[in-house]
T-cell receptor, first 115, second 113 residues
Framework: GAVVSQHPSRVICKSGTSVKIECRSL??????MFWYRQFPKQSLMLMAT?????????EQGVEKDKFLINHASLTLSTLTVTSAHPEDSSFYIC???????????FGPGTRLLVL | AQSVTQPDIHITVSEGASLELRCNYS??????LFWYVQSPGQGLQLLLK??????LVQGIKGFEAEFKRSQSSFNLRKPSVHWSDAAEYFC???????????FGTGTSLTVIP
């Protein structure tokens, strides 16, 4: 099946710093990538959808200036958490889809801890 | 409103016993349904999906699920559970051409020897 990777798998940072998370589709070209956030013991919530070469579409309540998304190529999307604070600590999962007719394939997730 | 309900937050079964995880959905269009499994600290792995056709779908790891439109349900089953099946299970519904997946809150499965 299709493989999606994320890097890093775990990151600890100080409050006020920015953190970049990469999402890569390893064996297919992803026209669309999605970023989800998962709080402990809760389900995944879609944060934003990005199409290659276009600006990301953010879900209601998600600060686009806080969570910068770039989808510069068909195999890479990045999520940058700017000026991170402890409340941004969470598990961030990306998914990727080749075409509209395909399902999403999920990455392994990145655990962010902001001290 | 679109939503997915997994009524059981936590289930404990003995190894070798059968398993059924419940999923009910509310969706305004033709639903496309998914079951994912998540091991601790890991991402999501697709177990199976239903788009159309036979309402009983087979997935990986010996799992199957049955779509019942009249009950708005998509329950996941396995005839004999293995210790390695212990994980969190998420049901999701989405549109065929849409972007939004709606996930349930998950069911945590514990398998006892």
């Amino acid at each position: 099946g299709a493989v999606v990777s994320q890097h890093p798998s775990r990151v600890i940072c100080k409050s006020g710093t920015s953190v970049k998370i990469e999402c890569r589709s390893l064996d297919f070209q992803a026209t669309t990538m999605f970023w989800y956030r998962q709080f402990p013991k809760q389900s995944l919530m879609l944060m934003a959808t990005s199409n290659e070469g276009s600006k990301a579409t953010y879900e209601q309540g998600v600060e686009k200036d806080k969570f910068l998304i770039n989808h510069a190529s068909l195999t890479l999307s990045t999520l940058t958490v700017t000026s991170a604070h402890p409340e941004d600590s969470s598990f961030y999962i990306c998914s990727a889809r080749a075409t509209v007719q395909e399902t999403q394939y999920f990455g392994p997730g990145t655990r962010l801890l902001v001290l | 409103a679109q939503s997915v309900t997994q009524p059981d937050i936590h289930i404990t079964v003995s190894e070798g016993a059968s398993l059924e995880l419940r999923c009910n959905y509310s969706y305004g269009a033709t639903p496309y349904l998914f079951w994912y499994v998540q091991s601790p600290g890991q991402g999501l792995q697709l177990l199976l999906k239903y788009f159309s056709g036979d309402t009983l779908v087979q997935g990986i790891k010996g799992f199957e699920a049955e779509f019942k439109r009249s009950q708005s349900s998509f329950n996941l089953r396995k005839p004999s559970v293995h210790w390695s099946d212990a994980a969190e299970y998420f049901c999701a519904v989405g549109a065929y051409t849409g972007n939004q997946f709606y996930f349930g809150t998950g069911t945590s499965l514990t398998v006892i020897p």
